[in-house]
């Protein structure tokens, strides 16, 4: 096997949840006073966990969003799910050609575990990830670009950081995997080949990526 590891984001790898997410987090920001595109949320935000936020806000404007803000965008993001949310087109065959030929996987992601939980049960991609193989930014002291959550999976799963290989969609999450010494995936639907430098390697399609990673 090529890789003895596969460790995917969530967010825009696992569950086409990027739109829906920067949109709502766009909308929540400018309501509160700090002006926000969608194109703006992606650019600050995507691929990154909550606490980027408020220290880009605070960084940027020298105040402090409300103490519920995570509280108040997960309500709004969870009940949009339930009504939008699908699994990234492919990815089902993905996880079924690792399970034919027995490569662990695992998903590390900036998201809380609720927020990866309501995601999968949604999209029933749970019956793929049972709590052994679920790892969030919350497990570790520092999110992307850091390379804490990756390094912290592979360690949970027994595999040395040479061995495994991170699929991802997001800048921050390129950086977190080079750091971590591990070979990274850029997938390029909602992000350009040219923001994602350093990865080993790009796919456009979900139905390029299994004959990556075996």
């Known amino acids: 096997m090529r890789y003895d590891l596969v460790i995917f984001d969530n967010d825009g790898v696992l569950v086409d949840s990027e739109p829906t997410s920067n949109r709502l987090l766009a909308a929540y920001l400018t309501e509160l006073g700090h002006p926000t595109s969608y194109e703006d949320s992606l650019r600050d935000y995507m691929g990154a966990a909550l606490h980027r936020v408020h220290d880009l806000i605070a960084e940027r404007t020298g105040r402090r969003l409300p103490q ?96 495994c290989v991170v699929v991802e969609d997001s800048p921050l999450g390129v950086r977190a995997a080079l750091a971590a010494g591990m070979d990274v995936y850029g997938f390029t639907a909602m992000t350009p080949a040219a923001k994602l430098a350093g990865a080993t390697g790009f796919f456009a399609a979900t139905g390029e990526l299994a004959g990556l990673l075996v």
């Open 68 to 163: 519920d803000f995570d509280d108040v965008f997960h309500e709004r993001v969870f009940s949009a799910f339930q009504r939008e949310l699908k699994p990234v087109d492919g990815i089902v065959s993905v996880l079924e050609k690792l399970t034919e030929y027995e490569v662990p996987y695992c998903v590390a992601s900036s998201g809380s575990h609720e927020r990866i939980r309501v995601g999968h049960r949604t999209t029933g991609l749970d019956r793929w990830f049972d709590a052994g193989r679920i790892f969030s930014s919350e497990d570790v002291g520092r999110g992307k670009p850091a390379p804490d959550l990756f390094l912290y999976a592979a360690e949970r799963m027994g595999i040395t950081p040479e061995r």
